[in-house]
């Protein structure tokens, strides 16, 4: 087995049938030219089996904020594994790879979608915060939600704006900001999705909402919301329900600046009329992304909390320098650290005589970092070991704000 860069000429092929194989390609002619517009204009990875592709990862670089940082990100958007290729240890294989050449190219933490919890565990992974996937019914938002003045439709040639669009969107904490190649491609699936923004006096889009339908009363699926403030939100949420008159289900992530129930006027009783009929009006939690950190200096050293200083010994275990070939010179986060949390974070290497000592996952300690869980807490469940005073001092450093991705990878 040989990993290699894509290289149209040679993989195009032999990618679209594992695409068709694991049902991610469709028919329409719009999403295959999406599709090769896809692996050509990203970072992408296949794996050879006697010459012929039988895996492949694509990774998108962007940022991640933390706080009011933004960080070098990778996000693994896509791995797949041809039928032939199964049980071969492919896909994690092309992952690693791609972990690495992110690492390399100075991408400090990674991210990925997940099929199931503990596949990606295995290369330092772990898993990310909960989105809350909101199904309601339209005409349940408020009656005086406001509707925007200025509605227009938007397609594959709005790209520009609506990326523009997209990078001046309201920050959260943990929100991701992937490439404009990413987005391209999203917005070429032009016979599934439906684009709608908002445009200013001088014609400006502001924002802007792209969603799937499906069939005439839905459930339609919100891919994104795209706002720079709250009144924006509202406007948005205002044209959702003006769909209402003939759309009775619509889905969405609940957006990162609200508790969505809020804003619903009867959602227990609406649980209640659809609950027998396969179409549950509700609130679903469920954490289908996970991250790690690919370089913990670099990190911290972008890293500044409002607190004050804790200073602890950090040995880090990372699983991936097992499963990754060492080509592209990286080889995982394992080793020794004393680490400084407060105004200015840093991790030096090797301990400091006279601190306590916390014995940690690579991916645990990226959700530590993020703010997935408290401390005291990933102890119990994660591969997290400390003292409880240490613990207890790292529970009160650390409060920060839900982490939330707000893109899906």
Not at 11 to 29: F, K
Request: glycine content about 12%; proline content about 6%.
């Amino acid at each position: 087995m040989q990993v290699k860069n894509y290289d149209a000429n040679l993989h195009l092929e032999s990618c679209t049938r594992i695409w068709r194989e694991v049902s991610w390609l469709p028919d329409w002619a719009a999403g295959v030219a999406a599709m090769e517009r896809y692996f050509s204009d990203n970072p992408c990875l296949v794996v050879e089996i006697d010459g012929v592709a039988e895996g492949m990862s694509v990774a998108v670089p962007g940022t991640i904020r933390h706080l009011g940082s933004g960080i070098p990100f990778l996000a693994v958007t896509s791995v797949t594994v041809g039928n032939a290729g199964r049980k071969r240890g492919l896909g994690t294989l092309v992952t690693g790879e791609a972990t690495a050449r992110g690492a390399s190219e100075g991408c400090l933490v990674a991210g990925l979608g997940i099929f199931e919890q503990g596949y990606y565990n295995r290369l330092g992974y772990g898993n990310g915060p909960y989105n809350r996937i909101v199904t309601f019914c339209p005409s349940d938002l408020p009656r005086d939600l406001p509707y925007p003045d200025r509605v227009c439709r938007l397609g594959s040639e709005n790209l520009d704006e609506v990326f523009s669009n997209i990078c001046d969107r309201m920050p959260c904490h943990g929100q991701a900001a992937l490439g404009k190649s990413f987005y391209d491609a999203e917005l070429q699936w032009e016979s599934k999705f439906i684009g709608l923004g908002c445009r200013n006096a001088e014609g400006l889009l502001t924002h802007h909402l792209w969603y799937s339908p499906s069939g005439e009363r839905g459930p339609h699926r919100v891919a994104w919301l795209c706002y720079r403030n709250g009144p924006e939100l509202l406007e948005l949420l205002g044209l959702i329900r003006s769909l209402g008159d003939q759309v009775d289900l619509m889905m969405m992530e609940e957006p990162p600046h609200i508790q969505f129930q809020d804003l619903m006027r009867t959602p227990m009783r609406s649980m209640r009329m659809l609950a027998g009929e396969g179409k549950r009006v509700g609130i679903r939690s469920v954490s289908y992304t996970q991250a790690r950190i690919l370089d913990l200096p670099g990190v911290l050293g972008k890293t500044s909390l409002s607190c004050d200083e804790v200073a602890f010994n950090l040995s880090i275990h990372d699983p991936v320098s097992a499963l990754i070939s060492g080509s592209y010179g990286w080889k995982g986060c394992a080793g020794d650290y004393t680490v400084v949390l407060g105004p200015e974070c840093a991790a030096e290497p090797g301990h400091t005589r006279g601190l306590e000592t916390m014995e940690a996952g690579i991916g645990a300690f990226t959700r530590l970092w993020l703010g997935v869980r408290q401390p005291s807490v990933l102890a119990l469940t994660d591969e997290v070991k400390a003292p409880g005073a240490l613990l207890q001092r790292l529970d009160n450093v650390l409060r920060l704000p839900e982490p939330r991705f707000n893109c899906d990878f």
